[in-house]
């Protein structure tokens, strides 16, 4: 656990000094897929500087350790370094597998998977693509409470159009965060996502949010 938390530490203290935009979405929760045949909504904000996000999002699974996310919300831009403001509409997807679960001879839960994101505004439109890894333990305490760390990265490939500008880039966005789980109807989520290499340039995003099992 030591060894997890001083390496989201020194990623994010790197990642700090390097700006990134192509961000999908987040990680949003821990490594591990929903049980099959259940479902999860979840309701988040996020701050960054110059921006701020409002997003829902519905896990799903169909099939044991996989499980399926939409997201949609608005996005709102103050025009700081980026031309005019404007509120963007959010909307994507990802998918996660479970790969490895925490035993014996595994310390942690890893999934892969992969994510996809639209923002489209009327001076602005982002598309983000790519692969997904994730990794995370959880620690269940006496009555019944749960705490899960996680770590993330992407590999996002993107397209941006901001007025006349285009560009085409490759980012690595990282997430790091906890899921908290007072009971089995509600999981508190803090998540800090940190860019790790990108030209173009935003900052650090904040993210703290809920998700409801049902």
Same mark, same amino acid.
């Given at each position: ?39 999860? *909504? ?27 996310? *939409? ?46 994101? =639209? ?36 590999? =996002? ?15 690595? @966005? ?11 109807? *509600?999981?508190?989520?803090?998540? =800090? ?5 990108? @030209? ?5 995003? $904040? $993210? =703290? ?6």
């Amino acid at each position: 656990m030591k060894l997890l938390l001083a390496a989201c530490a020194a990623l994010i203290a790197v990642a700090c000094a390097c700006p990134a935009r192509a961000q999908v979405a987040g990680q949003l929760g821990g490594a591990v897929p929903i049980a099959v045949n259940s479902h999860v *909504f979840g309701g988040y904000v996020a701050v960054a500087q110059h921006q701020a996000l409002a997003l829902c999002q519905l896990r799903l699974s169909f099939y044991p350790g996989v499980d399926f996310g *939409f997201q949609g919300g608005l996005h709102r831009y103050d025009g700081g370094g980026i031309g005019t403001s404007s509120t963007a509409v959010e909307l994507g997807g990802d998918v996660r597998t479970l790969v490895a679960r925490r035993s014996a001879s595994a310390p942690l839960d890893v999934s892969l998977g992969g994510a996809i994101q =639209l923002g489209s505004s009327d001076h602005r439109s982002v598309l983000a693509v790519g692969p997904t890894i994730a990794v995370g333990r959880s620690y269940t305490y006496t009555g019944g409470s749960e705490l899960s760390p996680y770590f993330g990265i992407a590999v =996002l490939y993107a397209r941006s159009d901001v007025g006349a500008a285009s560009s085409t880039d490759l980012s690595f @966005p990282l997430r790091t965060g906890l899921e908290y789980r007072p009971n089995a109807d *509600f999981r508190l989520v803090v998540e =800090l996502q940190a860019p790790l290499s990108d @030209p173009q340039g935003t900052h650090p995003k $904040l $993210l =703290l949010g809920a998700n409801f099992p049902f």
